[in-house]
């Protein structure tokens, strides 16, 4: 990063976490006045970030008006939660594996997870996705292979626009704590089959949640 390049850089990665973190919602239109006030910044800088971020397809350019926040790609999102789900399942089914004991162990960790971030009775997508973020991270860790982890991970950004859409209508938030809760209470009681049809269910409802019908829902596993 060039010292000349340092402001507008800044401004960019900015609005960039905003609209990945569904600050910025997909549809919403952006004025450069209001997002400039927003991040403090020259409104030139945010011209110029608005179009990098326009390259990058996360953004369209509205004359006169700023930008619209490019609406999430259903099809991408279908592709990254089903990809998700294959290492989650693997992960579950790994500890699964080795005994009810060590199932029980992963199940009690993440519900404690659920207490790190207090969310209150109302929690925001921020804190859900901080949550999420921890509580699906630690699950495939658990599995034990860094490969899947670090596919994982990278999922995990690409999916996150898809995430915070997902979670950002009244209540959503809310239920995708209860999810996870429901999903480690399951595996602290040793009942690794439940846990399972939890979790499809979870990371399907995702898709649910955006509006994708029935016919949309990712395939069940086998064995379910």
């Known amino acids: 990063m060039s010292q000349e390049n340092a402001p507008v ?5 900015e609005l ?10 997909s549809g919403a239109v952006l004025s450069v006045e209001a997002v400039a006030d927003r ?7 945010v011209r110029e970030a608005f179009r990098r971020m326009s390259d990058e397809g996360y953004l369209q350019l509205v004359a006169e008006r700023g930008a619209l926040v490019a609406p999430v790609s259903l099809g991408e ?3 990254v939660m089903e990809a998700r789900l294959l290492i989650e399942l693997f992960a579950l089914d790994t500890v699964a594996a080795r005994g009810h004991n060590e199932l029980r162990r992963l199940g009690e960790r993440l519900y404690a997870l659920e207490d790190e971030v207090p969310a209150g009775p109302s929690p925001s997508s921020a804190q859900a996705l901080v949550i999420g973020r921890a509580f699906h991270g630690e699950l495939v860790e658990a599995g034990g292979n860094p490969v899947l982890a670090s596919m994982h991970a990278a999922l995990w ?3 996150l626009r898809v995430s915070a859409a997902s979670i950002a209508g009244p209540g959503h938030a809310a239920d995708d704590i209860a999810e996870h809760e429901a999903i480690a209470l399951a595996m602290g ?5 439940e846990a399972r049809e939890l979790l499809h269910r979870h990371i399907s ?9 029935d ?10």
């Open 9 to 13: 850089d800044r401004v960019h990665a």
């Open 16 to 25: 960039r976490a905003r609209v990945l973190d569904g600050t910025f919602l």
């Open 39 to 45: 991040l403090g910044a020259d409104a030139d800088l």
């Open 77 to 79: 999102a279908r592709c």
């Open 157 to 159: 950004g690409q999916g």
């Open 189 to 193: 009681a040793g009942h690794g089959g």
């Open 205 to 213: 409802g995702v898709l649910r949640r955006l509006g994708l019908g």
């Open 215 to 224: 016919e949309f829902t990712l395939p069940r596993p086998a064995g379910t």
